[in-house]
């Protein structure tokens, strides 16, 4: 409490301290750590990936044109001195290779305005053009209404291969442009002219001598252009090659695990199915140098010196599939099976330490039959949606969560005091069930050759990670082999 006099009555009164100044009084004993977490580092913020994304294109409106007139001492009446407005800008996407992805893409996108022209002939200024990086390969599709002409009908190397009309919404879709290469432009909006001022009309006029003025010759004329208006279109661009590789396989599976035991890609981990609602990508590098046989670690952790690396491969984890996906559209449906029909290389991964555990060594039949009945739908939705991923050369079979089987690391691979013969025995009668039931399915060849599709590992514990990183790295380069 504080004590103050009046000055004219001699009165004391007690002035009550506010409940602030109390709090700053001790606030040198209070801890405020709890209500102020400690921020992320900016390298560890997670990044939306996008794949695709519908935006709305609006180049840019020209300038108006001015209408002035040139007012000097010894002639009041020059003439017109109205310049003319500035060009809008275009809106270009431009295919750059070290872009991976559409998030940085705005689905509003708007070009500058030009420049209004002013007195003394002063043109306005042109606005620059808007360029917007895509990653290569990014295919562009325009909607317009079946009633309005198309803004893209300028474009001479424009091709029309898909047509789907929208009863519903009276539209249609086009595939306009697929930029392949890296540089390579498409012109998705042009922005509108710049109007003429008073100065060009009054010339113009005059030369064409369309204007008949009695009362005098050169009378100067009283009217502008406005600018043109820009174009607006509305595009959906869609990522033409998602990854090299991509993680198939029902919710819960240990697709996102097994992410981050490979690259350096941390997409979220828990024990509830539909973890993982949009793909997220991995990169997995190997050394220029890099020794297939040898014991080194291909986390990119331990390294974080990608300079010297000269080989790459793209890994995509995707949301899980769920029975009538390609029918019924449940689950992610269509938004996720378009993502796998992406891929180079699909790689089923299957649950196999869930279904050791709830069957045991005793019921491997049971486990058997659940094996072929994964496959068998995971085969299902992914050929009808798409028959051309039924490719047998291009599948990997991988029983993922061997922690729950084992209790110890086991790699065949390598020296292992854990490698028991029992250990060897069981691990390969759980390898011979797994082949069995993706042959039944007819995901992969029943050949002698065909074994080696099928693995066994423990993203977790880093059991066969290493072994599986080379098998996944002689695929993708047996298959652009392939292609050249």
């Keep these: 409490m504080e004590l103050c006099t009046t000055m004219t009555t001699g009165l004391l009164f007690r002035r009550r301290q506010l409940v602030s100044q109390i709090f700053t009084r001790f606030s040198h004993s209070i801890s405020l750590g709890s209500t102020n977490p400690k921020k992320r580092a900016p390298g560890h913020t997670l990044q939306p990936y996008a794949c695709s994304k519908r935006v709305v294109v609006k180049a840019g409106n020209g300038g108006n044109g001015c209408i002035a007139f040139r007012r000097t001492f010894c002639n009041p009446h020059s003439g017109p001195s109205g310049g003319d407005g500035g060009n809008g800008a275009h809106v270009i996407f431009k295919a750059d290779k070290n872009v991976s992805d559409l998030s940085n893409i705005p689905t509003i996108i708007q070009g500058d305005d030009g420049v209004n022209g002013s007195i003394d002939d002063c043109h306005g200024a042109n606005a620059d053009h808007l360029y917007l990086q895509v ?35 009276n539209q249609s879709i086009n595939l306009v442009k697929t930029l392949n290469a890296d540089g390579d432009i498409f012109l998705a909006a042009r922005g509108g002219a710049g109007g003429k001022g008073n100065t060009f009309m009054t010339h113009a006029t005059l030369a064409t001598n369309s204007l008949k003025l009695p009362s005098r010759k050169n009378a100067p004329l009283r009217v502008a252009e406005y600018g043109g208006k820009g174009q607006l279109c509305e595009f959906i661009l869609r990522m033409s090659k998602l990854a090299d590789l991509g993680f198939v396989g029902c919710p819960n599976a240990g697709k996102s695990t097994l992410l981050r035991s490979l690259t350096r890609a941390r997409p979220k981990v828990a024990p509830y199915p539909f973890t993982t609602l949009r793909p997220h ?15 080194d670690s291909v986390d990119n952790d331990h390294n974080p010196d990608i300079s010297s690396r000269t080989h790459s491969i793209a890994i995509a984890d995707l949301p899980g599939l769920v029975h009538g996906a390609a029918e019924y559209n449940k689950g992610l449906g269509i938004e996720f099976l378009s993502l796998i029909a992406d891929c180079s290389i699909l790689v089923y991964v299957i649950d196999y330490g869930t279904l050791w555990c709830n069957y045991g060594v005793n019921q491997l039949d049971e486990i058997e039959n659940e094996l072929t009945d994964q496959l068998s739908m995971l085969y299902y939705e992914v050929t009808t949606y798409d028959r051309n991923l039924s490719n047998q050369d291009k599948c990997i079979i991988l029983g993922s969560k061997l922690d729950l089987i084992f209790p110890n690391k086991i790699d065949l691979n390598e020296s292992n005091v854990n490698n028991t013969e029992e250990n060897v025995q069981l691990f390969k009668k759980l390898h011979h069930i797994l082949y069995k039931a993706a042959c039944s399915v007819t995901i992969i060849k029943d050949t002698p050759e065909s074994i080696d599709q099928v693995m066994l590992v423990s993203a977790k514990r880093g059991d066969n990670i290493l072994h599986l990183a080379c098998k996944l790295w002689n695929c993708v380069q047996n298959l652009k082999d392939k292609k050249n």
């Design 135 to 169: 990653p290569i390969g990014t295919q562009i599709f325009s909607i317009h209404k079946n009633s309005v002409e198309s803004p893209n009908q300028m474009s001479n190397d424009t091709t029309t291969t898909t047509n789907n009309n929208n009863n519903n919404n």
């Design 281 to 295: 990508i991995g990169m997995l590098h190997f050394p220029e140098d890099y020794n297939l046989t040898s014991t």
